[in-house]
């Protein structure tokens, strides 16, 4: 097969391995992306040679896993991931393999891998390696394990996870065996990190054929092994809502707990189940507190520019499916003209209201920025420190002729 970029790129790290008398091959998800004719992320390749004598064959690496064969090689201002050839004898408790033994066989090497189209290599020619069928199977839109799946899925659950979220990126079938395990052990996943779970389900969320998928974790059921999932949470509009087209995990999340139906204190105990960050976990709950709500001058304060944009394009799907980018752009005009954006750019301070009104600090402060702040966002009140002055001495003389 004719390479190009990146590959090509990466092509120097495979010839001083060889150099050295050290097998070498791209392998797993660059190997699969290549065949579908799919954008390549990441470079991975794989080696007989052993870490230590990886790190010593180039000028820079990172330790990132050495103890799992794995050390990154800077080339040429690109990081690639150059793991050892290993066998993942031992599991512990169907998680993480308990120690992993360096090995010289790359067909080994492949065949401890989690799903056939992930099970493939591409040496230096582009000639693939493939001894588990990955091709036939990418050719024939079916995601499956390599080897037993309920063997595959004892050793490690997540692969259940995994099998699921390439199913939404690619548009795959799920192999009936794979499938028919995967109902079987689904309580297998009970024994997965949330930390795991949740790079999984992000890359679920985010896929281009994430109706199916969801529809796959509820006929297995094994969204009973997720966090704070219910069955009847999981209706038809929140299946269909196009996740794809959000851009940040904080809208992804966002669209997440607003369809789902919770209210705040549900969302805010869901996010930290699934033990997001707490900036992560504020900006989801911004974001979805705000999708269907009317856009005046103190929402849209409130909120900010980011919120404000993210929670009106979840609206926008919810309802239409699709993004109106005229509105997007209007929004975004109504912001920009806000008169104010922040309190602090109020033309008066508390220290100001304190000396115009020469009393001391007390609550009567916020609350008086609070309705100077209105005021000014409504356009009723111009802000400059002499008019909004006039202004409340005007509201003061009000309240006595009241
Ligand atoms: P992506 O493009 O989303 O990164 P990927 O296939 O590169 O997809 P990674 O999670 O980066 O996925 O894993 C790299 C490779 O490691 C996979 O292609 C697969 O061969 C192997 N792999 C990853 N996770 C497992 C697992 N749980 N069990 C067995 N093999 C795995
Ligand atoms: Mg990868």
């Given at each position: 097969m004719q390479m190009n970029e990146p590959f090509t790129h990466a092509i120097p790290i495979l010839h001083t391995l060889h150099e050295h008398g050290h097998q070498a091959y791209f392998v797993g998800g660059a190997v699969r992306d290549v065949l579908l004719g799919r954008e390549i992320g990441d470079i991975d390749i794989a080696t007989d040679a052993t870490p230590d004598t990886v790190e010593s064959l180039f000028e820079k690496t990172v330790d990132v896993g050495k103890e799992h064969g794995t050390v990154i090689v800077l080339h040429d201002g690109v990081s690639y991931e150059v793991t050892t050839f290993?066998?993942?004898s031992e599991y512990e408790d169907f998680r993480r393999p308990k120690e992993v033994a360096f090995i010289t066989s790359l067909k080994e090497d492949l065949l401890r891998r989690d799903l056939t189209i992930n099970a493939m290599a591409m040496d230096i020619n582009g000639e693939i390696i493939d001894h588990v069928g990955g091709k036939q199977d990418i050719e024939r839109k079916r995601i499956q394990t390599v080897g037993d799946p309920a063997c595959r899925f004892q050793e490690d659950a997540l692969r259940m996870m995994r099998a699921v979220r390439f199913l939404s990126q690619l548009g795959f079938e799920l192999a009936d065996e794979t499938a028919e395990a995967m109902k079987k052990d689904?309580?297998?996943?009970?024994?997965?990190?949330v930390e795991r779970k949740k790079i999984e389900m992000e890359k679920l969320l985010k896929g281009r054929h994430c109706q199916q998928a969801i529809q796959l974790l509820i006929s297995t059921k094994l969204?009973?092994?997720?966090?704070?999932?219910k069955a009847d949470r999981l209706h038809e509009s929140f299946q269909a809502?196009?996740?794809?087209?959000?851009?940040?995990l904080d809208e992804i999340w966002g669209a997440f707990i607003h369809l789902l139906g919770l209210d705040k204190e549900e969302a805010v105990s869901f996010l930290k189940e699934w033990k997001l960050s707490t900036k992560l976990l504020k900006d989801a709950i911004a974001i979805s507190q705000y999708v269907d709500c009317d856009w005046d001058a103190e929402n849209m304060f409130k909120a900010g520019e980011h919120v404000l944009l993210s929670s009106l394009k979840i609206t926008q799907l919810k309802h239409e499916?699709?993004?109106f980018f005229d509105e997007l752009e209007a929004a975004k005009h109504s912001y920009d003209a806000l008169?104010?954006?922040?309190?602090?750019?109020?033309?008066?301070s508390g220290k100001d209201l304190m000396a115009f009104r020469q009393k001391t600090s007390g609550k009567w402060i916020a609350e008086e920025l609070d309705l100077v702040k209105k005021a000014v966002l409504q356009n009723?009140?111009?802000?400059?420190k002499e008019a909004i002055e006039e202004w409340l001495k005007a509201c003061d003389q009000q309240l006595e002729n009241d």
């Open positions: 290993r066998t993942e689904k309580h297998l996943l009970a024994n997965i990190s969204y009973e092994e997720l966090p704070g999932l809502f196009p996740y794809y087209l959000l851009d940040g499916r699709r993004i008169p104010i954006k922040k309190l602090q750019d109020l033309a008066v009723r009140l111009e802000n400059r």
